[in-house]
């Protein structure tokens, strides 16, 4: 009782992932992601070659050493975040069965999704902000406290109570209390909880997917207006 008092109390991490499991657990992220991207990239083909090709990429990351893309990818831009790499998983399950356009494209921006979203690029600024040292705190640090952690999974569970019965966000929230699950167990990436939600390529892509988001909202941004085409 005493140690699992600790564990919810303690004001920093009460311990880190393994080295060993670390460095597995970098090439298997980029294994899944490189495999998804994969899959999805490849989706003119047939499944059974779609699931090969992305088993060899997989395959491929999991080498060991400076043959292995991982080896490099690790270098560059150490591990990607559990949460960017539950989101490719679904995205390559989605690809798996492609729907119409004309459906499900308003409920895919679910309002769960747009919390999560900018909840996502605010901290993300937070966290640039914070390397640069604009801030007289340290925001990185907060990650290795309980607090964080319990804040998240508030959130977690405010967005599944709130949305009800949509599907798309209750989907988008089992994803992100599923990352919470994981880094609470193994505190893979690197033991922060900020590495486990967010690293920069998806911080990125979020912004970029925000932006285009709102670009869609206005009609006819990507063409010329009638009395201009007159």
Same mark, same amino acid.
């Given at each position: 009782?005493?140690?699992?008092?600790?564990?919810?109390?303690?004001?920093?991490?009460?311990?880190?992932?393994?080295?060993?499991?670390?460095?597995?657990?970098?090439?298997?992220?980029?294994?899944?992601?490189?495999?998804?991207?994969?899959f999805?990239?490849?989706?003119?083909?047939?499944?059974?070659?779609?699931?090969?090709?992305?088993?060899?990429?997989?395959?491929?990351?999991?080498?060991?050493?400076?043959?292995?893309?991982?080896?490099?990818?690790?270098?560059?831009?150490?591990?990607?975040?559990?949460?960017?790499?539950?989101?490719?998983?679904?995205?390559a399950?989605?690809?798996?069965?492609?729907?119409?356009?004309?459906?499900?494209?308003?409920?895919?921006?679910?309002?769960?999704?747009?919390?999560?979203?900018?909840a996502?690029?605010?901290?993300?600024?937070l966290?640039?902000?914070?390397?640069?040292?604009w801030?007289?705190?340290?925001?990185y640090?907060?990650?290795?406290?309980?607090?964080?952690?319990?804040?998240?999974?508030?959130?977690?569970?405010?967005?599944?109570?709130?949305?009800?019965?949509? $599907?798309?966000?209750?989907? +988008?929230? #089992?994803?992100?209390? *599923?990352?919470? /699950?994981?880094?609470? &167990?193994? !505190?893979? @990436?690197?033991?922060?909880?900020?590495?486990? $939600?967010?690293?920069?390529? +998806?911080? #990125?892509?979020?912004? *970029?997917?925000? /932006?285009?988001?709102? &670009?869609? !909202?206005? @009609?006819?941004?990507?063409?010329?207006?009638?009395?201009?085409?007159?």
């Amino acid at each position: 009782m005493s140690f699992l008092q600790a564990w919810f109390t303690a004001p920093q991490a009460p311990w880190l992932p393994d080295v060993v499991l670390q460095r597995w657990a970098l090439q298997a992220a980029w294994a899944l992601v490189l495999g998804a991207f994969t899959f999805v990239l490849a989706s003119r083909f047939r499944p059974a070659w779609r699931a090969g090709a992305a088993a060899a990429v997989a395959a491929w990351c999991l080498w060991p050493g400076p043959a292995s893309p991982s080896y490099w990818l690790g270098l560059a831009f150490q591990s990607p975040s559990l949460m960017g790499v539950a989101l490719c998983l679904v995205w390559a399950w989605r690809s798996k069965s492609p729907k119409p356009v004309a459906g499900p494209v308003s409920r895919a921006l679910s309002w769960p999704g747009i919390v999560l979203a900018s909840a996502g690029i605010l901290f993300g600024w937070l966290l640039l902000g914070d390397m640069l040292a604009w801030w007289p705190v340290s925001v990185y640090a907060w990650g290795f406290g309980s607090g964080a952690l319990a804040l998240a999974c508030a959130l977690a569970l405010l967005l599944w109570v709130l949305d009800g019965a949509g $599907l798309a966000g209750q989907r +988008l929230t #089992l994803s992100f209390a *599923a990352v919470l /699950l994981v880094f609470t &167990l193994t !505190r893979l @990436p690197s033991g922060n909880l900020w590495d486990a $939600l967010l690293d920069p390529w +998806l911080w #990125l892509i979020l912004q *970029a997917s925000g /932006l285009l988001a709102l &670009l869609r !909202r206005v @009609p006819g941004w990507w063409r010329a207006s009638p009395a201009t085409r007159a």
